[in-house]
């Protein structure tokens, strides 16, 4: 399997605590991104009615993606639901991005787009390239990884506080679970040198 790329646990806190202190649509659409493991179309499709406070919880209904015509021979940005039913789900909102959260709705409209504030929506794309520039030189990370790596942070982040994978599998919008397994756990070295230590209790 294909190793994944992740975020370490303080690159993690950086991200999150860069994005409270300086809050911006984008910083918030980045810091969504690695703390509800959303897709970036899913993100950049996201509107302030999504929303919802009082319950803590982010309805993922929609996806954003640009389609190539065959006939025309370009490309268009359609909007559509997501394409499976398990991806079209609900995800907890982590209380500590709460706060900021609750102070952007307040201030905006229920069909604003999260990303931008406004009745436009940016493209996976444009979103892409400003994560770049938001990494290196206003987090000051050593390095950035795709962006689909903050959804993959995230999974990976759970796996590691021992969050069951059907949990995990469920918030990822994983049709099949199979998906979660094969992509996320792997068992450690030290997980592969307890289980054949195991063996002792045999040869006692």
């Not at 370009?74 to 609900?90: G, L």
């Not at 942070?153 to 590691?160: G, N, P, Q, R, W």
């Amino acid at each position: 399997t294909k190793k994944i790329e992740c975020y370490t646990s303080d690159e993690f806190k950086k991200i999150v605590n860069y994005s409270l202190e300086n809050p911006s649509p984008r910083h918030l659409g980045i810091m969504l991104a690695i703390c509800t493991g959303m897709r970036i179309g899913e993100l950049c499709a996201l509107r302030w009615e999504d929303i919802n406070i009082a319950d803590r919880l982010i309805h993922v209904s929609r996806t954003i993606e640009r389609i190539y015509d065959i006939e025309t021979s370009k490309t268009e940005v359609v909007i559509s639901t997501p394409k499976t039913i398990s991806s079209n789900r609900y995800i907890p909102i982590l209380k500590d991005i709460l706060p900021l959260i609750k102070k952007f709705q307040a201030i905006s409209k229920p069909e604003y787009y999260v990303c931008t504030m406004s009745d436009s929506y940016t493209e996976p794309r444009t979103l892409r390239n400003f994560y770049k520039t938001f990494i290196i030189d206003k987090v000051k990370l050593s390095h950035c990884i795709k962006f689909h790596g903050l959804r993959h942070t995230f999974a990976s982040t759970l796996i590691e506080n021992k969050v069951d994978v059907k949990t995990v599998s469920t918030l990822l919008g994983h049709s099949d679970i199979q998906t979660t397994l094969n992509i996320y756990v792997h068992p450690s070295d030290g997980q592969k040198r307890d289980a054949v230590n195991g063996l002792k209790k045999i040869l006692k």
